[in-house]
């Protein structure tokens, strides 16, 4: 979020490449050079669903950073293995994944896919992850200090299935673990996480997922996704025993319905206190600090609308809302005591804009990108006599107007 009257400009220049080798073999190479001048920059993307960047260099008035995904496949009958750096997306949502999302840099990773009937497919990744945190015991002096940070991974498997026609549900469970090398438990691809974790003594980070989209009636699509990272049927109902650590997504989007050509999203996601954090930090579920699943992170909502229409193939016009509110997060010893801290607790910062956005490409791979919001950007001031929470930005109060221009053109 850029609260203030400010102005960045983006330099971007890159190379796409893909290509096949026989029957089985596939490769894909993506690399962008990337620098960011002006009066304000933000490499990380706070509080935004694009995607966080690692600063290469840092000049006077500019950042850079490069963005860079490759992949390999083997294809052979039902089963694809590849093995790549690219970012995943598991989990429905227009606005952002709840499960796995693009937010943080990709990650290098072995994925394994394999159809297990005419509806049925089955996904597995085990990733290298970016834990942040030094390993004091390895770093070591030289001619300067090296930095070591401790190994840190994540193993996550999804079962897809149609169940009906225009019905689709995925259920899947993923492990975060650190502090050690890769562990053989977790490279096996229909190993239950949850026996795996007691193996280990319960010193790993355990999460259970599931998403539902449905097409079912024409022209609507309806969907959900829902995030488990720590519940408990049991004390689902008493509010001094709850630690209900989930999230969930619900949308629907409608095409044609006031006039041809056009359609209208809403989509709400909610995630609660404490989600995707572990008292490990080699075992939260993120890299390079940002979270893997939603980009709003824990204790957090956003309700977003949005209505298109195209009065001709190549040109979008829409109008937009978006309301996201994100409270505090305190220090990791509270989450494990009772009871929970309330959804939202202070202080809060709030988010809302509306405006209009385009799409226009007057040539086949030539883009013209535009959007004109009205933004307005709140924040709770500390609370007397109460725990002082930790404050996510320093700014009170902003209103603005975001005006954005891009112009991109894709060279195959």
Same mark, same amino acid.
């Given at each position: 979020?850029n609260?203030?009257?400010?102005?960045?400009?983006?330099?971007?220049?890159?190379?796409?490449?893909?290509?096949?080798a026989?029957?089985?073999?596939?490769?894909y190479?993506?690399f962008r050079?990337?620098?960011?001048s002006?009066t304000?920059h933000?490499?990380?993307?706070?509080?935004?669903?694009?995607?966080?960047?690692?600063?290469?260099?840092?000049?006077?008035?500019?950042?850079?950073?490069? &963005?860079?995904d490759?992949q390999?496949?083997f294809?052979?009958?039902?089963?694809?293995?590849s093995?790549?750096?690219?970012?995943?997306?598991?989990?429905?949502?227009?606005?952002?994944?709840?499960?796995?999302?693009?937010?943080p840099p990709?990650?290098?990773?072995?994925?394994? *896919?394999a159809?297990?009937?005419?509806?049925?497919?089955f996904?597995f990744?085990h990733?290298?992850?970016s834990?942040?945190v030094?390993?004091s015991?390895?770093?070591?002096?030289a001619? %300067?200090y090296?930095?070591?940070?401790?190994?840190?991974?994540?193993?996550?498997?999804?079962?897809e %299935?149609?169940?009906?026609d225009?019905?689709?549900?995925?259920?899947?469970?993923?492990?975060?673990y650190?502090?050690? !090398?890769?562990?053989?438990?977790y490279?096996?691809?229909d190993?239950?996480?949850f026996?795996?974790?007691h193996y280990?003594?319960?010193e790993?980070?355990?999460?259970?997922?599931?998403?539902?989209?449905i097409?079912?009636l024409? !022209?609507y699509?309806?969907?959900?996704a829902?995030f488990?990272?720590?519940?408990?049927?049991?004390?689902f109902?008493s509010?001094?025993r709850? *630690?209900?650590?989930?999230?969930f997504?619900?949308?629907?989007?409608?095409y044609?319905?006031?006039?041809? !050509?056009?359609?209208?999203l809403?989509?709400?996601?909610r995630?609660n206190?404490?989600?995707?954090?572990h008292?490990?930090?080699?075992a939260?579920?993120?890299?390079?600090l940002?979270d893997?699943?939603?980009?709003?992170?824990q204790?957090?909502? !956003?309700?977003?609308?949005?209505?298109?229409?195209?009065?001709? *193939?190549?040109?979008?016009l829409?109008?937009?809302?978006e309301?996201?509110?994100?409270g505090?997060?305190?220090?990791?010893?509270?989450?494990?005591?009772?009871p929970?801290?309330t959804?939202?607790? %202070?202080?809060?910062?709030?988010t809302?804009?509306?405006?209009?956005?385009?799409?226009?490409e007057p040539?086949?791979?030539l883009?013209?990108?535009?959007?004109? &919001?009205?933004? *307005?950007?709140t924040?709770?001031p500390?609370v007397?006599?109460?725990?002082?929470?930790?404050?996510?930005?320093?700014?009170?109060?902003?209103?603005?107007?975001?005006?954005?221009?891009?112009?991109r053109?894709n060279?195959?």
């Amino acid at each position: 979020m850029n609260p203030t009257k400010t102005r960045t400009t983006i330099r971007s220049n890159g190379l796409l490449a893909y290509g096949y080798a026989g029957d089985f073999l596939g490769m894909y190479l993506y690399f962008r050079d990337n620098q960011e001048s002006g009066t304000y920059h933000n490499p990380r993307k706070d509080m935004t669903p694009e995607q966080g960047q690692i600063i290469s260099k840092t000049l006077q008035n500019a950042i850079e950073y490069d &963005l860079g995904d490759a992949q390999m496949n083997f294809d052979v009958a039902f089963l694809r293995v590849s093995i790549e750096k690219m970012p995943n997306v598991w989990g429905t949502g227009y606005r952002g994944s709840l499960i796995l999302s693009d937010k943080p840099p990709s990650y290098p990773q072995i994925k394994l *896919r394999a159809k297990l009937g005419k509806d049925v497919d089955f996904t597995f990744v085990h990733s290298w992850l970016s834990s942040d945190v030094v390993d004091s015991v390895n770093s070591y002096h030289a001619v %300067a200090y090296r930095t070591i940070y401790r190994q840190k991974f994540l193993a996550a498997q999804m079962l897809e %299935a149609s169940v009906a026609d225009g019905v689709d549900i995925a259920v899947g469970e993923s492990e975060v673990y650190g502090g050690r !090398n890769p562990d053989l438990l977790y490279l096996i691809p229909d190993m239950f996480y949850f026996a795996a974790e007691h193996y280990t003594a319960d010193e790993d980070n355990k999460q259970i997922f599931g998403s539902l989209d449905i097409n079912a009636l024409k !022209n609507y699509n309806f969907y959900m996704a829902l995030f488990l990272d720590e519940f408990s049927v049991s004390d689902f109902t008493s509010p001094d025993r709850q *630690r209900n650590q989930l999230g969930f997504t619900l949308g629907a989007r409608s095409y044609d319905l006031i006039y041809p !050509n056009t359609d209208i999203l809403v989509e709400y996601t909610r995630i609660n206190p404490w989600v995707y954090n572990h008292k490990f930090p080699d075992a939260t579920y993120q890299s390079h600090l940002y979270d893997l699943g939603h980009w709003i992170g824990q204790n957090a909502d !956003n309700l977003y609308l949005e209505a298109n229409y195209r009065p001709f *193939r190549n040109l979008r016009l829409g109008v937009q809302f978006e309301s996201m509110r994100k409270g505090a997060m305190d220090s990791t010893k509270f989450q494990y005591q009772l009871p929970t801290p309330t959804f939202l607790y %202070a202080p809060m910062i709030k988010t809302q804009s509306f405006g209009l956005t385009a799409r226009y490409e007057p040539v086949r791979d030539l883009f013209f990108d535009f959007h004109f &919001l009205f933004a *307005r950007y709140t924040q709770q001031p500390d609370v007397r006599g109460k725990f002082q929470y930790a404050r996510i930005s320093n700014a009170d109060y902003a209103d603005r107007i975001d005006a954005f221009l891009a112009v991109r053109y894709n060279f195959y």
